[in-house]
T-cell receptor
Framework: DAGVIQSPRHEVTEMGQEVTLRCKPI?????LFWYRQTMMRGLELLIY????????DSGMPEDRFSAKMPNASFSTLKIQPSEPRDSAVYFC???????????FGDGTRLSIL | AQSVTQLGSHVSVSEGALVLLRCNYS??????LFWYVQYPNQGLQLLLK??????LVKGINGFEAEFKKSETSFHLTKPSAHMSDAAEYFC????????????FGKGTKLSVKP
C-alpha cells in the first residue's frame, strides 16, 4: 500500500519566494496533519483537517503560512513570503479514525537562504 | 490538557544491553499513547500504541511498553539493543474519543555502541 506521499523531498530557495509543499494522504484516511520539525522546537503541529475541513490551525506560526485541502487526496502548505527561520523539515501525516495512529510521510526538508 | 514528558534527550547503550526510554504523560481522561521511531532523514514510524486494552503493549522490532496509570508512565523497553535501533524515539498522547491531534514529547535519541 502506498503511504503518505510528500513532495518535494528537498527544497532550497531564497527568502521572499513562495514555497508550496504537497501531500497525498493514504487513500481512505479522513484526517490530515501538517507538522514542522526543528532542532530547537522539536515536532510542532501546524494545522489539521478532518474530512477536508480545517479543524485546528492554532499552530500556524504567521499569516505567511496557509494550508488547503481541496479534496480528500491532496493538501498543500504554502509559505509566502518565505524567511530563513522557516527552514525545517515539514511532515504530513494522515489517519483513518478517532484513535488509530497517524501515518507519516518522509517529509520535505526546506532550506530558505 | 494533555502533555508528554520524555526524560533524557539522549540515551546511550551498548549492543545487547537493555533499552529503557522514559515517557510520562498528563491527561485528565484515559489517554491513547503511542511510541514512534524516526530514522535519519525519514518520517516517523509507529512502534506501538496503547488504546485501553492490555497494559503491556508489544510493538515492532522487539520493543514493548507498559502503561502504568498509577505512575502516569508509558516507558519503552527492549531487552537487547541492536545497532539498527539507533534512532530518535518519540512518545505521543492523544485525547481519547476525539479527532484531535497527537501531542509529542521532545524525543529521545538512542545511540547503540558496539
Amino acid at each position: 500500500d502506498a503511504g503518505v506521499i510528500q513532495s518535494p523531498r528537498h527544497e532550497v530557495t531564497e527568502m521572499g519566494q513562495e514555497v508550496t509543499l504537497r501531500c497525498k494522504p493514504i487513500s481512505g484516511h479522513n484526517s490530515l496533519f501538517w507538522y514542522r520539525q526543528t532542532m530547537m522546537r522539536g515536532l510542532e503541529l501546524l494545522i489539521y483537517f478532518n474530512n477536508n475541513v480545517p479543524i485546528d490551525d492554532s499552530g500556524m506560526p504567521e499569516d505567511r503560512f496557509s494550508a488547503k485541502m481541496p479534496n480528500a487526496s491532496f493538501s498543500t502548505l504554502k509559505i509566502q513570503p518565505s524567511e530563513p527561520r522557516d527552514s525545517a523539515v515539514y511532515f504530513c501525516a494522515s489517519g483513518d479514525n478517532l484513535n488509530q495512529p497517524q501515518h507519516f510521510g518522509d517529509g520535505t526538508r526546506l532550506s530558505i537562504l | 490538557a494533555q502533555s508528554v514528558t520524555q526524560l533524557g534527550s539522549h540515551v546511550s547503550v551498548s549492543e545487547g544491553a537493555l533499552v529503557l526510554l522514559r515517557c510520562n504523560y498528563s491527561s485528565s481522561v484515559p489517554p491513547y499513547l503511542f511510541w514512534y521511531v524516526q530514522y535519519p532523514n525519514q518520517g516517523l514510524q509507529l512502534l506501538l500504541k496503547y488504546t485501553s486494552a492490555a497494559t503491556l503493549v508489544k510493538g515492532i522490532n522487539g520493543f514493548e511498553a507498559e502503561f502504568k496509570k498509577s505512575e502516569t508512565s508509558f516507558h519503552l523497553t527492549k531487552p537487547s539493543a541492536h545497532m539498527s535501533d539507533a534512532a530518535e524515539y518519540f512518545c505521543a498522547v492523544k485525547h481519547g474519543g476525539s479527532q484531535g491531534n497527537l501531542i509529542f514529547g521532545k524525543g529521545t535519541k538512542l545511540s547503540v555502541k558496539p
